[in-house]
């Protein structure tokens, strides 16, 4: 993982459940299109400057197919009300990004 990114997705490993979207609390995942998926749609990291390094996503694939970056090597940011209600906007969205977001 690059040690400028917070998260790093395996796609070819997401089966697209949204368990780590679900249990996102900073907006910083959201579930996207994917016609060349098994379900058509896979993870994205669609605001890594809001990861809070909590590691619930990691935790909360049964794929493996979540990284966080260890915090000796990467700086998080805090979570903000901003980030919380990104994270609710994603949910209520069926786990997607809402349009402005994308």
Do not use: W
Not at 37 to 66: K, M, Q, W
Request: some cysteine; aromatic content about 2%.
């Amino acid at each position: 993982m690059p040690q400028s990114a917070p998260i790093a997705v395996i796609e070819s490993r997401c089966k697209a459940c949204s368990l780590c979207v679900a249990i996102c609390p900073s907006g910083t995942l959201a579930m996207r299109s994917e016609p060349k998926s098994a379900l058509g749609a896979t993870i994205a990291v669609i605001a890594p400057e809001d990861c809070i390094g909590c590691g619930e996503c990691e935790l909360a694939c049964p794929d493996f197919a979540i990284a966080v970056a260890d915090r000796k090597e990467h700086k998080f940011s805090k979570l903000t009300e901003a980030s919380r209600a990104n994270a609710e906007a994603i949910k209520a969205n069926g786990c997607y990004a809402p349009k402005e977001r994308r």
